[in-house]
């Protein structure tokens, strides 16, 4: 397990846009499993919508992108390097995603190659596939 204090020192986001609060599964370079728990506190949630909260698609891609990140930049010798989504393809967001959910998100590297790297990354809540997608990276040094 990665707690939130060490994927600070991978990722460079942070509050409000750092989406995984810790890793449950990592094998560096290949996968990473990732929760994401979803307060009512969150800030999307003021306009998101007035009265019935959800979580806007885009995010739930940035927190997949996040946990797949994880997975590709977990060895010591990447650490300090940036990932930029650079492409999303095929895909899909299935079910909303309210206040009380946590997520569950599955990132597999598909490929890496120098600065370019390709995840499939699927989110759960509970055993429901709420969204799940190909996310296109550039590894840039920091």
């Given at each position: 397990?990665?707690?939130?204090?060490e994927i600070?020192?991978i990722?460079?986001?942070?509050?409000?846009?750092l989406?995984?609060?810790?890793?449950?599964?990592?094998?560096?370079?290949?996968?990473?499993?990732?929760?994401?728990?979803?307060?009512?506190?969150?800030s999307f949630?003021?306009?998101?919508f007035?009265?019935y909260?959800?979580?806007?698609?885009?995010?739930?891609?940035?927190?997949?992108?996040?946990?797949?990140v994880?997975?590709m930049?977990?060895?010591?010798e990447?650490?300090?390097?940036?990932?930029?989504?650079?492409a999303i393809?095929?895909?899909k967001?299935r079910?909303?995603?309210?206040?009380?959910?946590?997520i569950?998100?599955?990132a597999?590297?598909?490929?890496?190659?120098?600065?370019?790297?390709?995840?499939?990354?699927?989110?759960f809540?509970d055993?429901?596939?709420?969204?799940?997608?190909?996310i296109?990276?550039?590894?840039?040094v920091?």
């Amino acid at each position: 397990m990665i707690p939130i204090t060490e994927i600070q020192e991978i990722l460079a986001h942070r509050y409000p846009f750092l989406l995984v609060d810790r890793i449950i599964e990592i094998e560096p370079m290949k996968r990473a499993v990732g929760i994401k728990n979803v307060t009512v506190n969150e800030s999307f949630f003021q306009g998101h919508f007035p009265g019935y909260p959800l979580m806007p698609g885009v995010l739930i891609f940035e927190a997949m992108s996040q946990v797949g990140v994880v997975a590709m930049l977990y060895p010591c010798e990447k650490r300090g390097m940036l990932a930029y989504t650079v492409a999303i393809s095929r895909a899909k967001n299935r079910q909303p995603i309210k206040p009380g959910d946590q997520i569950r998100i599955v990132a597999e590297v598909l490929h890496m190659r120098s600065n370019i790297g390709k995840i499939w990354a699927d989110a759960f809540v509970d055993d429901r596939k709420v969204a799940e997608g190909e996310i296109h990276f550039s590894l840039q040094v920091s």
